[in-house]
């Protein structure tokens, strides 16, 4: 009696999951299930740990379970991917390119589908959803070129019938963990790039974002399947901070992305320094738009309302600072606090919204407890402010004068939509002010003048990583390596030589004639 109870019991839960609402047919589109396998290792499988929740943060909603993985599990799918290494390394790389140019072509099968999935995972609008998969499809592109084109240099050789040549090989696994705001496309960059270069991969994705992480790497796992490979090339463990403590102390990974914030990257980067391991650190970001008395005044209010608003201000490279020229500063805040009112709110896979919610209730919570000390603190609030009066984690996007360029809440990055906006007197003075804060990832200047436009990309000019002009902080091409300086950790992904961190490099001197001689014109006889 009491089986046939929790049997029906259950049933009556999951029938409550978005999963099994029709509006959500997408889902089950890309194989998902109420619960699902949070390993993907030589095949698919659950862990031993906690079922855990994914759930929709506009409404609050459960939308499907997911298994976690134990240390003892991953452990186990390490050595998988491991074992799948010694043989995915001698595919040739133009081979290797065609893996990963099929990836894309399943991927843009699947376009709409998982930007769905990462839109009501997420928060963030439909847009940006399938924005984020493009990026995947993007540098899948970029990566099958590359597969014909990475390589080392020879160099000439002091010494006759000798060949000084520098030689590329992959790492072996290397191990990515990802965070909620951006589930999908870091894991493009590493996946992408690392496999071209010979790599095999195992990730592990936020928590809080489980089937984004189980159906993106699905797809992939079944192109390895379908050329007879091994899908344990594309390793994946859903899991929780025990495992990617795991994953930074195993000297096993040759290589460890993390993309998440900057205490978080910083206690990663230790952890696998003490092995003397490798790591790639995409970390956190205070970024400014730098705005000089020429600019375009609706350009300038365009691009902040992109960057500040969109992902309601969850993204690394979110503007989090407006420094504007005293002569502009007045008709830019009065135009921008206009365009911020405009904003239409709503669930992210409705037409025509630009503006979604929270990630979560930490996000929440994070977003008023700034603002209650911004109020203290004497700032002026031009707009927002407030949490809206319905379900989800809804918060007014906000705009924030009066406070010093040095006040701790404007030096202090919060994963919120909170911009703070100052008013400068000079160039030099508004490029000191961007350079302050501990993070160095994206920055723009707005300007219509060469020499301050060349000065803010010289030596003396931004520190950024990205150091733009006339665009947003946000929406960085894949051609170009992205990635930032100071506490945003060093690292770069995606585009032009960042293949580089995926391979190791040795310099080989060949000789190939019957002397010995040495370098330097040494005598040793």
């Known amino acids: 009696m009491l089986k046939a109870y929790r049997s029906c019991h259950r049933l009556y839960r999951n029938s409550a999951l978005l999963i099994n609402d029709s509006r959500y047919g997408f889902l089950k589109n890309l194989g998902l299930s109420e619960e699902n396998a949070g390993i993907q290792s030589d095949k698919e499988y659950f862990g031993s740990g906690a079922m855990v929740n994914s759930v929709d943060p506009s409404s609050g909603a459960v939308i499907a379970k997911v298994a976690q993985a134990s240390v ?44 769905k999935l990462l839109s009501l995972e997420v928060g ?25 084109m990475f390589g080392g240099r020879v160099f000439p050789s002091e ?3 000798h060949a000084l040549i520098e030689q590329y090989n992959p790492l072996g696994l290397v191990g990515v963990i990802t965070a909620f705001n951006f589930p999908m496309a870091p894991f493009g960059w590493n996946a992408s790039i690392a496999l071209t270069c010979g790599n095999t991969l195992l990730w592990k994705g936020s928590p809080s974002t489980p089937l984004s992480h189980i159906a993106l790497n699905r797809i992939i796992r079944r192109v390895f399947e379908r050329n007879n490979l091994d899908p344990a090339i594309s390793s994946a463990v859903q899991a929780g901070a025990d495992v990617g403590k795991a994953m930074c102390t195993d000297s096993n990974v040759k290589l460890l992305s993390f993309t998440g914030s900057c205490k978080a990257g910083n206690e990663a980067s230790l952890e696998v320094q003490k092995r003397f391991g490798k790591f790639l650190l995409e970390l956190g970001g205070n970024n400014a738009i730098v705005v000089m008395e020429d600019a375009e ?7 902040t309302l992109f960057a500040a608003v969109g992902t309601a201000g969850q993204r690394c490279t979110t503007t989090r600072r407006l420094i504007i020229h005293e002569h502009l500063y007045d008709e830019v805040v009065e135009k921008l606090a206009k365009a911020y009112k405009q904003v239409k709110v709503g669930h992210p896979l409705d037409d025509g919204v630009l503006y979604g919610p929270l990630h979560n209730q930490a996000a929440l919570d994070s977003y008023l407890s700034a603002i209650d000390e911004i109020r203290k603190a004497g700032g002026t609030i031009v707009t927002g402010g407030k949490r809206f009066d319905r379900p989800g984690y809804f918060v007014e996007p906000t ?18 939509p909170i911009l703070y906006v100052l ?5 030099e003075e508004a490029v000191s ?14 300007t219509k003048d060469p020499n301050r436009i060349f000065r803010w990309m010289g030596p003396l000019g931004s520190d950024c990583g990205l150091a733009n002009v006339n665009i947003p902080t946000s929406g960085a091409e894949i051609g170009g390596a992205f990635g930032g300086e100071k506490h945003t950790g060093g690292g770069r992904e995606s585009g032009s030589d960042a293949w580089k961190q995926y391979m190791r490099r040795s310099t080989c001197t060949v000789n190939y004639g019957a002397e010995l001689p040495l370098a330097q014109g040494l005598k040793f006889e």
């Not at 940006?128 to 499809?137: D, K, L, P, R, S």
């Not at 005044?297 to 691009?303: E, Q, Y």
């Open 72 to 115: 003892d599990d991953y452990n186990k799918a390490a050595e998988k991917a491991i074992s799948a290494w010694r043989n995915w390394a001698e595919v040739p790389g133009p081979k290797r390119g065609e893996i990963v140019r099929q990836i894309g072509d399943e991927l843009r099968k699947s376009l709409v589908d998982l930007g």
């Open 124 to 148: 963030k609008i439909l847009p940006e959803g399938t924005g984020e998969v493009q990026e995947i499809i993007d540098i899948c592109d970029f990566a099958t070129g590359l597969s014909r």
């Open 159 to 161: 010494r006759p019938n």
């Open 297 to 303: 005044v609706d350009m300038v209010v365009r691009s």
């Open 399 to 416: 705009i924030v004068t009066g406070l010093p360029h040095n006040h701790k809440m404007v030096l202090t990055e919060t994963f919120v």
């Open 423 to 427: 008013k400068t007197n000079s160039f």
């Open 433 to 446: 002010w961007n350079n302050e804060v501990d993070q160095g990832l994206t920055s723009s200047l707005f």
